[in-house]
């Protein structure tokens, strides 16, 4: 057989077909996952004006444990936004600490609309989040309730007004982004953490924007407040210690309006201490928690996982059966290199919108090994799953 013939048997071609098929799939799924965002983000940065919409009275809930240096920094971000509306901060003390009490005191002096409630360090058998979050709904004096945490940091002044023009349009929730500083020079898995991260975040915002969010990034959400109570709070859910990002998000959005914001200036940083330890418990509790939710996110994702390996499988079954000749085998390395570079592009651009810093270049084999990635933390999760549940 000569090695450049296209005189090959049927079943080669057919081989050949199901790669082109399988490549043009993959694209496909991911380039809807990744375009929305994008397109989105891009939008928003040519829209954004200032003094355009009335901007509706608005409370920021800010959650708050043991952090009180992060506090002092976060406060004035909020309280000096740039707002032509009433508005509020709240700071949730989870554990009463006397340092996040002096913080209040001292910036207290300066803004009259701070204000301030706690936990009891003693509170056991409940979720300290949701009943942080539950306490800061009940205090808030206005419709439209902000939420984040007092390890971010948010570099715009615009961010609350980005944030609330949705709601004068009409939307009953809006969905904001906050990115990890996954700086993890020393360790040398960060680039799957990196990948990961920035995988899930782009799924879960794609289904956001087209209006059917199942999961969000509670440092950055925003709904009105009489959701939270039509819901009765997080009466479903009060067995879990988690849950109030996806399990929560995926009660209360049936027939409500949802609005995503991906601006730069409505986008917010995460000041981290660990991000390898913060990766690995959100992936483990929203592994956990996906099985109380739509699965839509997971199915589509491993939809495009199988068409990856259908293809290596093909194209591996193309090589050894048609050799010597070498036709068949350029043709499968010319379709691996293409999807290897658009994708790289692809995830270079989206990254680089949503402050996500991966290398674009390891997208590509990463999705082969995802699988067994997502598999270990299945693992985890069901072995660890007890730790979940708030009675013990």
């Known amino acids: ?24 799939l993959t694209l496909t799924l991911f380039r809807n996952f990744f375009i929305r965002p994008a397109q989105l983000c891009n939008r928003q940065n040519r829209q954004a004006k200032l003094g355009d919409v009335p901007l509706l009275p608005a409370s920021v809930i800010i959650y708050c444990r043991d952090n009180a240096g992060q506090l002092e920094r976060l406060l004035p971000q909020i309280l000096e936004q740039n707002y032509d509306a ?29 204000r301030i409630t706690f936990i009891p360090p003693d509170s056991h058998s409940l979720s300290r989040k949701k009943l942080a979050t539950t306490l800061g709904v009940k205090a808030a004096r206005h419709d439209l309730v902000f939420f984040t945490n007092a390890d971010t940091v948010i570099p715009s002044n615009c961010w609350l007004r980005q944030m609330s023009e949705p709601f004068s349009a009409g939307a009953d929730i809006v969905v904001g982004h906050a990115s990890i500083n996954l700086n993890l020079q020393h360790d040398r898995l960060s680039s799957f953490y990196r990948l990961d991260t920035l995988l899930d975040t782009v799924t879960y915002l794609s289904y956001a924007i087209a209006g059917k969010p199942y999961r969000v990034n509670i440092r950055n959400l925003a709904y009105r407040k009489h959701l939270f109570f039509d819901n009765k709070g997080f009466c479903n859910s009060l067995n879990l210690h988690s849950g109030e990002d996806d399990i929560f998000i995926s009660e209360i959005v049936s ?17 981290c201490y660990n991000p390898r330890k913060e990766h690995i ?42 050799y010597p000749n070498l036709i068949a085998t350029l043709f499968t390395a010319v379709l691996f290199l293409t999807q290897w570079i658009i994708m790289g592009i692809t995830w270079r651009r989206i990254g680089n919108l949503l402050h996500i810093k991966a290398n674009p270049w390891l997208a590509f084999p990463f999705m082969f090994i995802r699988p067994v990635y997502n598999l270990y933390y299945r693992v985890r999760a069901r072995i660890t799953r007890q730790r979940n549940y708030t009675w013990v």
């Not at 949730?92 to 910036?107: A, W």
């Open 281 to 322: 418990l959100s992936k483990t509790s929203h592994i956990f928690t996906s099985k109380f939710i739509s699965s839509r996110g997971s199915a589509t994702l491993s939809a495009a996982s199988w068409t990856k390996w259908l293809f290596l499988g093909c194209g591996l079954a193309t090589a050894i059966l048609s």
């Open 255 to 271: 027939g409500r309006k949802v609005s995503t914001v991906l601006s730069f200036d409505s986008q917010i940083q995460i000041d």
């Open 86 to 114: 009433p508005f509020e901060a709240i700071v949730i003390n989870d554990g009463d600490s006397e340092d996040v009490k002096d913080v209040y005191k001292s910036l207290s002096q300066k803004y009259d609309n701070l």
């Open 1 to 24: 057989m000569e090695q450049f013939s296209f005189d090959l048997p049927i079943y080669i071609y057919i081989l050949l077909a199901v790669s082109l098929l399988a490549a043009t």
